[in-house]
């Protein structure tokens, strides 16, 4: 079956790989448009361009897929589907009637349609999520799902182990949609739920709220967003790993142990495992502390 890929992401990228590997390797690549990164803000191409180069398909970035030049290079590969994965924008008519068009969407849909899936779920304290393979629609994820496939969510995943695992899934699911074509249903829109776009407040750990519910969002952002605490001593502190043990003081941050603890709602403790100072690589807390001691 001749495809398109739509895709931006790392995520992305990996779905695009098994794509490649399958009989309905795509004809296009269609990713975002390179972006400022690191330090230095260099331009670099998204995962799933490089991606695409690598694996000589031909690759098109335009500032806007709904652009009359970009519908007509789509076009132009004659594509049966229209595969997206976390492209990263919207999609609108007419583009959208033009093709049929599958999306790969990590998620149990209609719980968590929307930006940040797998974070959601993690931080929601969800023991289950999975993949969708879904219909695009004018909608947000509101498309009639075509295959789905549940993966648990374990006590010790953050956001790295766990996409792992959804984008091999997904990657799976997606050829054999491709490969079956089989019927999909209606969403039950009642059952919906949105997952949110992570802003810069997600990313900052309020010692208001449980500690338990700080150590899951720790989780949801590590490895790619990254959460962090301010205290006025030591400005901002990024948070790798961190885990709800014992009782401190609500709000207070305790570093005369032998790691950094933050007092959370109720009395409870937020034990802060692994941090990231500015400009440095992450550290256990222990050395972290002693650092500070010298």
């Known amino acids: 079956m001749r495809t398109v890929f739509l895709g931006t992401s790392a995520f992305a990228a990996a779905v695009l790989r ?3 590997d399958s009989p309905h390797r795509p004809s296009l690549v269609v990713s975002r448009p390179d ?36 519908r007509e290079r789509i076009a132009a590969a004659q ?22 068009m599958l999306n790969v969407h990590p998620s149990l849909l209609p719980r968590w349609r929307g930006a940040a899936p797998i974070e959601r779920a993690i931080m929601a304290g969800d023991t289950r999520t999975g993949v969708s393979i879904m219909v695009v629609t004018a909608g947000l994820d509101s498309g009639p799902v ?4 549940t993966e648990p969510i374990r006590d010790d995943d953050d956001y790295g182990s766990l996409a792992t695992r959804l984008q091999t899934l997904g990657a799976e699911l997606l050829v054999k949609a491709l490969d079956e074509q089989p019927r999909c249903r209606d969403q039950d829109d009642a059952e919906a ?43 901002r502190l990024g948070v790798i790993r961190a885990a709800a043990a014992g ?48």
């Open 35 to 70: 972006s400022p990164q690191g330090r230095g803000r260099r331009l670099c191409p998204p995962p799933a361009a490089l991606t695409g180069t690598e694996l000589n398909l031909p690759l098109l970035q335009p500032q806007s897929v709904n652009a009359p030049e970009a």
């Open 146 to 149: 075509c295959l789905q496939e």
């Open 247 to 294: 009782s401190a003081p609500p709000g207070e941050l305790d570093l005369s142990g032998p790691r950094p603890v933050l007092g959370a709602a109720g009395g409870e403790a937020l034990e802060l495992l692994v941090v990231q100072p500015p400009g440095k690589k992450p550290m256990a807390g222990e050395d972290y502390l002693r650092g500070r001691r010298r």
């Open 193 to 235: 739920t949105y997952a949110e776009k992570i802003t810069p407040e997600d990313r900052r750990l309020d010692p208001s709220q449980p500690a338990a519910d700080l150590a899951r969002r720790v989780r949801a952002l590590t490895p790619h967003i990254g959460a962090f605490i301010e205290d006025e001593r030591i400005g």
């Open 18 to 20: 098994r794509l490649h």
């Open 79 to 100: 594509p049966h589907t229209v595969v997206v994965c976390a492209y990263g924008a919207l999609i609108k008519e007419p583009l959208l009637s033009e093709h049929r």
